[in-house]
Each structure stands twice: as structure tokens, then as C-alpha cells.
């Protein structure tokens, strides 16, 4: 059987951290979803399409990935698109407990999808998508925080 994996997140913007994550774990299963959850409650820096655009521009070349947009809850989007995982991406212990309730509920909910961490890059452990945009509104340079082909104008 396919080892399918959602990597849920809003990719604003994608980071190296993602992309490690997402790469490292194409030793473990045969496909990557990355999942763009889109959710009317929070307010994106970057347009949907720009973010579709990046994903796709990094992982041209690697057919194990696909890009997805999807609503309402992962768990739901996981069954819908035969995926048997979530992948989660760990850079600190509060993460692990933000992750651990959500994977629990998960399970409730649906005890055929199994939720696994990854543990982040040292390198990437203090790296989010907040603090890259909080770089970019000061005027800051994130080149070396966004893969390549990420351009922030």
C-alpha cells in the first residue's frame, strides 16, 4: 500500500524549514501532499496563487510532491485524498505539545490516519514563517531564511 502524507500549513511563506522537512521526509513515504489550508479566520501576507506558485517552483523536479488547497479540517482532507499521515514538522518542545493535542483529536476522530513528527534541522529550530514576515513588514532581507525561488518583491 501507497504511504500517502498531508504536510498541512498556510505556507506564508514557505521557509527552508518546510522545505527541509518536506524533503527529509521523502525517505519515509512514497507521497507528500502540501496541503494549503485555507482559512477565511486568519489573514494571509501572501496571496494564495503566489504561495502555490513558490511551492511549485521548489518542488518542480520531485514527482512524489503535489500541491493541494483545501477548507476545513485536515483530518477530513486526509481521508478525502487517501492519505494515510500527517506530517508535522517539530522545531521546540511547545510545538510538540501544540501538536500532540492536535494529533490526539485527530486520532479520535479518525484512527486510521496516524500523525508523525519530524524533528527540524538544528539549523532551522528558531526559523517560522512569523518571523519572516516580520522581517519582511521591517524591511529585512529573508533570502537566506525562503528556498530558492522563493522572491519576495
Known sequence: MEKVAVFPGSFDPITRG?????LRALSVFDRIIIAIGENPEKKCQFPLGKRIDWITRIFKSE???EIQVYHGLTIDFCRKAGAGFILRGLR???DFEFERGIGQMNKIMNPDIET???????EYA???SSIVR???R???S????VPDGVKIS
Do not use: K, M, Y
Not at 518546510?18 to 518536506?22: A, Q, T, W
Not at 513528527?117 to 538544528?122: A, K, Y
Open 63 to 65: 514527482q512524489r510532491i
Open 134 to 136: 516580520d522581517i519582511i
Open 92 to 94: 521546540t518542545s511547545a
Open 142 to 145: 529573508v533570502d537566506q531564511f
Open 18 to 22: 518546510h522545505e527541509s522537512v518536506i
Open 138 to 140: 521591517n524591511g529585512g
Open 116 to 122: 508523525v513528527f519530524l524533528l527540524c534541522s538544528p
Open 126 to 128: 528558531s526559523l517560522s
